[in-house]
């Protein structure tokens, strides 16, 4: 809002999302005066989930149509407007690959990439984002109780350690490696064969 007061635009798409999630979007946007705008997507990701599990099912993929949905729903309103989508991914997310690929890493401007968790949460704090939000665990809300750090099985604060050059156990800097390693294809543009 403060980077561009007159053509911002929060979408809350709610997809079998928590009642308080919405409720935190909406506070959100009150306190910091955003105009908003509701998409639930609840019936499309239903009918979506139920037309693709003829080839199969997982949680994961079915959980992963939920970011890659609101990522063409934030394309086509910033279409519709002629804006930017802006996306949320920070250091700490983008280090490790903790993104759904073609979902919450779509985005034309990261204006978060050079920070860590950590300092997201003192930079929400110093733009007065209510205590409550920045006190939530983050979660992408892919499911019931699903917590970023639960599904990478990493803290934030581990993965701010090790970018900062910290005392870590061998073992975790082992995990945030392999993790490292494994999503690369999420940091990178895809391979091109060379002629």
């Given at each position: 809002?403060?980077?561009?007061?007159?053509?911002?635009?929060?979408?809350?798409?709610?997809?079998?999302?928590?009642p308080?999630?919405?409720?935190?979007?909406?506070?959100?946007?009150?306190?910091?005066?955003?105009d908003?705008?509701?998409?639930?997507?609840t019936?499309?990701?239903?009918?979506?989930?139920?037309t693709?599990?003829?080839?199969?099912?997982?949680?994961?993929a079915?959980?992963?149509i939920?970011?890659?949905?609101?990522m063409?729903?934030l394309?086509y309103?910033?279409?519709?407007?002629?804006y930017?989508?802006?996306g949320?991914?920070?250091?700490?997310e983008?280090t490790?690959?903790?993104?759904?690929?073609f979902?919450?890493?779509?985005?034309?401007?990261?204006?978060?990439?050079?920070?860590?968790?950590?300092?997201?949460?003192?930079l929400a704090?110093?733009?007065?984002?209510?205590?409550?939000?920045?006190?939530?665990?983050?979660?992408?809300?892919?499911?019931?109780g699903?917590?970023d750090?639960?599904?990478?099985?990493i803290?934030?604060?581990?993965i701010?350690?090790?970018?900062?050059?910290?005392?870590?156990?061998?073992?975790?800097?082992?995990?945030?490696?392999?993790?490292?390693?494994?999503?690369?294809?999420?940091t990178?543009?895809?391979?091109?064969?060379?002629?």
């Open positions: 809002k403060l980077a561009f007061p007159e053509s911002s635009l929060g979408l809350i798409m709610p997809i079998e999302s928590l308080e999630d919405r409720d935190d979007a909406l506070l959100l946007a009150d306190t910091i005066h955003l908003s705008m509701e998409l639930n997507l019936d499309t990701f239903s009918g979506f989930a139920g693709l599990s003829v080839a199969g099912s997982s949680r994961l079915s959980a992963n939920k970011p890659r949905m609101r063409i729903a394309y309103v910033a279409n519709l407007r002629n930017l989508v802006l949320t991914g920070n250091l700490s983008i490790v690959g903790y993104s759904t690929k979902g919450d890493s779509g985005a034309d401007l990261l204006p978060l990439a050079n920070c860590t968790k950590g300092e997201v949460m003192k704090g110093a733009l007065g984002v209510p205590q409550r939000i920045i006190d939530k665990p983050p979660s992408a809300g892919l499911w019931q699903q917590t750090e639960n599904e990478m099985g803290l934030y604060s581990q701010e350690a090790f970018l900062k050059g910290g005392d870590l156990p061998d073992e975790v800097r082992g995990r945030i490696s392999a993790r490292m390693d494994r999503n690369k294809h999420k990178r543009m895809p391979d091109a064969f060379i002629e």
